[in-house]
């Protein structure tokens, strides 16, 4: 049946509508148009010149193989090329692909609204979001849960391979929760590089964040990474909070919160 529609014109998969968008940075809007909730599909990329908006209209796309990526390493659900704008919005994406071991692998301005990235039945699933380069930008009650062990997001600074603008994970108006661990490191072709991997979580978000940090190929570099909101189950991300916040004991963990007047 018909999964998807663009431009009043019905797709069999989201697969076939992506590859009919133009690279002229038109920007075209995809919607889930499937009667049943569960829509299953193959890898989807994205190239550069691509600006979508993909709606899933409450349902949840199962990505099954064949999956995609650079030749001989086609393990990404999505891979998401420079040069594309892409936005997600108001569905779930989950895993039943043999090769999967990341979720969403992008190297472009990536928005996440209200989507649930559901890895915790895959261990497989190594990364569910991989940033590269760009900016990702993650809203609304979306939900990015690793498997145990495994990586709920990195930033990955990748100057070796050409990606030298760097990358930013930015969490703006953000009521939702990520689990797992927030890896952050680069590619160790160069000694000053943190100002090129940005962590933001930005002033009024209340989601929740279970997360542990791992760094590598630091050099002895201070990460940027700049907490303004969210409650964290666990108190060590103290050392990464902005300049006129604190931790506040709640129920369940450690809320970042402005910074008392009271204090001595």
Known sequence: GMTVMMDNMAYSSLGYAVADVPTDNTQKTITFIAAEDTVYGGGVKVSAGQDIVIDFAGKTFVVVDPTVGSAGTETNLFQLLKGSAVVMKNGAIKSEAAQGKILIQKYNDLTLQDMVLDASDDPNMQYVVS??????????????????????????????????????????????????????????????????????????????????????????????????????????????????????????????????????
Do not use: H, R
């Open 131 to 264: 940033s590269n380069c760009g900016t990702t930008t993650i809203k609304g009650n979306t939900q990015i849960i690793a498997a145990a062990g495994q990586k709920a997001f990195d930033l990955y600074y990748w100057p070796g391979n050409g990606y030298v603008e760097g990358l930013s994970v930015v969490f703006e108006e953000f009521t939702g929760s990520v689990k797992g661990i927030v890896e952050y490191g680069s590619d160790n072709s160069e000694e000053d590089w943190t100002d090129k991997a940005v962590l933001q979580i930005k002033e009024g978000c209340t989601g929740t964040f279970d997360i542990t940090f791992s760094f590598y190929n630091m050099k002895a570099c201070e990460p940027t990474i700049e907490i303004a909101g969210g409650t964290f189950t666990s108190e060590s991300v103290s050392a990464y909070l902005a300049e006129g916040f604190e931790l506040s004991e709640v129920e369940g963990g450690w809320q970042v919160v402005p910074t008392s007047e009271e204090q001595a």
